[in-house]
């Protein structure tokens, strides 16, 4: 009898394991929906809707993480597929003083939107603007200095430029602010944007611009504006020259990252759609 009661336990208690697994990873699918304040994003690896009540911090607990829109949209085409997606800032709470802040897209799909994961951009900073230019979501804020305590207003300006890789939003390397994605390029061509530090060796990293049908038609070297041992954003710049280009089609600039040790796991690389002829 009594081992009769001691296996129904052990199964009750994988019964009831299995149960709470299973629940957990139900609520970890991200809905989507036509409004895109009203739909699932993966905040912290935990999936939630925006608004309501909360969810307990722990359980049996009183304090709530509540995750809240809070808005400074911005619209246009984050992953190619020609529908205007949407990003803006996001707050969450935990039942303590501090206010965290994250930036989140909704990917257009047909007539509803499905919510991205969430990027964390610090503790009560100020929210500023959001932008979508070139395929990147960037956020813009300020925050404290290192070393400010937390009493201090946010002052120093900073931005975060994200984009859509694999269906995740994740930190982009690089950014391409000229020439606009589209656009016509003619000789001599400037190059201009920021990227992580780590992409330049002895401050610079090669720049491509490709044909469409493969063709190399220009190299360059871009150079950093400013510092680049950094694990930050550095301003870049490059010329471009070229001779013989095509009269028309869509061709590629790429941007690679300084790769000295040759390994390929050290290799990484992006690219802009550029047009060619008037």
Avoid at 98 to 115: I, M, P, Q, R, S
Avoid at 184 to 210: H, N, Q, R, Y
């Amino acid at each position: 009898m009594k081992k009769t009661l001691i296996i129904l336990a052990v199964v009750l208690i994988v019964g009831v394991a299995a149960f709470v697994l299973f629940g957990r990873k139900m609520e970890t699918k991200i809905s989507g929906g036509e409004n895109y304040q009203d739909i699932s994003y993966e905040v912290g690896g935990i999936t939630t809707k925006l608004g309501g009540m909360g969810v307990a911090a722990a359980p049996g607990s009183a304090a709530k993480i509540v995750t809240d829109y809070f808005g400074n949209e911005a619209k246009g085409d984050l992953n190619g597929d020609g529908a205007e997606d949407v990003g803006f800032f996001i707050t969450q709470t935990t039942g303590g003083s501090g206010t965290f802040y994250y930036a989140v897209a909704a990917l257009k799909k047909d007539d509803n939107y499905e919510g991205t994961n969430a990027i964390f951009l610090g503790d009560r900073i100020a929210p500023q603007t959001m932008e979508i230019r070139n395929g990147i979501l960037i956020a813009n804020y300020a925050e404290r200095r290192a070393g400010d305590p937390m009493t201090t207003s946010p002052s120093m300006g900073k931005s975060k430029y994200l984009e859509i890789r694999s269906g995740k939003l994740e930190e982009s390397p690089v950014f391409v602010e000229t020439p606009f994605r589209g656009s016509v390029v003619l000789s001599p061509l400037k190059v201009e944007g920021v990227a992580k530090g780590t992409w330049f060796f002895e401050a610079s990293f090669p720049i491509l611009l490709v044909d469409p049908y493969g063709k190399t038609v220009a190299t360059g070297i871009a150079t950093a504006q400013g510092n680049w041992m950094t694990t930050d954003y550095v301003r870049f710049s490059a010329n471009l020259e070229f001779k013989d280009a095509p009269k028309s089609g869509t061709g590629k600039l790429i941007l690679k990252k300084d790769n000295p040790s040759g390994l390929p796991e050290n290799e990484d690389s992006r690219e802009t759609l550029v047009s060619f002829g008037g």
